[in-house]
Every structure is written in C-alpha cells, then in structure tokens.
C-alpha cells in the first residue's frame, strides 16, 4: 500500500527529500502562493505549528504558480516573502505544479486519495468555483487541485485522512490536526 512516505520532493536547494524523514509525524502538506488571497493562512499555519511541533506535527508547504500566476516569484523570494512576512518555520519545499501533466507526483497521490468535494456554500464559494473552473481547464482530468492553500492532512502512518480546502476555516484545520496527534 502506497503512503506518502513512499514519495520523494525537492528542497528550495533542488536536493532530494524522502517524506519517509517524516515518517511517525502528523503532516500537513499545503500548495501555498504568495500574491493568493488565501495566503494570510501562514499566519494560523504559522501558529498551529509552532504550537503542535514539539507533538510530532510538521508543515510541508510547496509553493505553486499554477493559479492566475500567484507564485512568480523565485523559491529563495518566495522563501524570504514568507519568513519576513509571516515568520514561517516550517519546511518549505521547491516550487511546484499539482496539476496537469507536469504535476508532482505527490500531489496527484493526495488528490487522488481525497478528492475535491467543493468549496462550500455561499455566494464567495460560488465566486471561487467558478473562477478556480476556468483556471483548471487547461489541465482536464489532471486539474487535482482547484487552488491555492488546499491543505491535506497525513497521519502517523502517511495514510492521507483529510483534505481541506482554502474555503475551510483554518479553526477546523487545527481541530482536525490536534484530533491526529
């Protein structure tokens, strides 16, 4: 059985990474974008992680530019924008695309074990949706992630248990992260 222990990333530096370094850790991986409306997320990122990590939690953000070009920036401007804006600890990865036919591995694994179930209801849900369905149609049935700051939440184990949309209130992303530690 594949867990995302069995996938291997790139560092900011381009030097391989195996998730297995991870392995007996509660993760949250997350495609993030500096210029996205959803990326003031860091600050509660920020602070869920610096409250949980001493329990075995950690944060895995990759950064990607596949949405309305919200993530042009180099992976060391990236890096910089978040740690001095935001004051980010946690590991960032080199940039990446979820989507299409160059997505990363690990995230279609992700979408694929917790697919996309909708943004919510609501009038700004709306908005998102059908905003973030002409962005992904240029990659059809590769189109994983709908946007920006998904969120997927990884036991102990590496087996994905949740997935959180950038709609989801990041108070309910910190109950189901404390309720996996």
């Given at each position: 059985m594949?867990?995302?222990?069995?996938?291997?990333?790139?560092?900011?530096?381009g030097n391989d990474v195996s998730l297995a370094d991870y392995s007996g850790k509660v993760l949250l991986i997350?495609?993030?974008?500096?210029?996205c409306g959803f990326?003031?997320?860091?600050?509660?990122?920020?602070?869920?992680?610096?409250?949980?990590?001493?329990q075995?939690?950690?944060?895995l953000d990759f950064p990607c530019n596949q949405f309305a070009n919200q993530a042009p920036e180099s992976d060391d401007?990236?890096?910089?924008?978040c740690t001095m804006k935001f004051g980010t600890?946690?590991?960032q990865f080199a940039k990446i695309d979820v989507n299409g036919e160059t997505?990363?591995?690990?995230?279609?694994?992700?979408?694929?074990?917790?697919?996309?179930?909708?943004?919510g209801k609501g009038l700004k849900m709306a908005a998102l949706n059908k905003f973030a369905n002409a962005n992904?149609?240029?990659?059809?049935?590769?189109?994983?992630?709908?946007?920006?700051?998904t969120k997927f939440l990884v036991d102990r184990e590496g087996k994905v248990i949740a997935r959180f949309e950038p709609t989801v209130d990041m108070d309910e992303v910190k109950k189901a992260v404390q309720g996996a530690l």
């Open positions: 594949t867990t995302v222990y069995d996938f291997t990333v790139k560092d900011r530096m997350v495609n993030t974008a500096t210029g990326t003031p997320h860091y600050d509660p990122l920020e602070e869920m992680y610096k409250e949980m990590r001493e075995g939690f950690e944060i401007e990236i890096h910089q924008f600890e946690f590991p997505a990363d591995p690990l995230f279609a694994y992700l979408a694929t074990e917790k697919p996309f179930e909708g943004f992904n149609k240029q990659f059809g049935d590769k189109a994983y992630i709908k946007w920006n700051f």
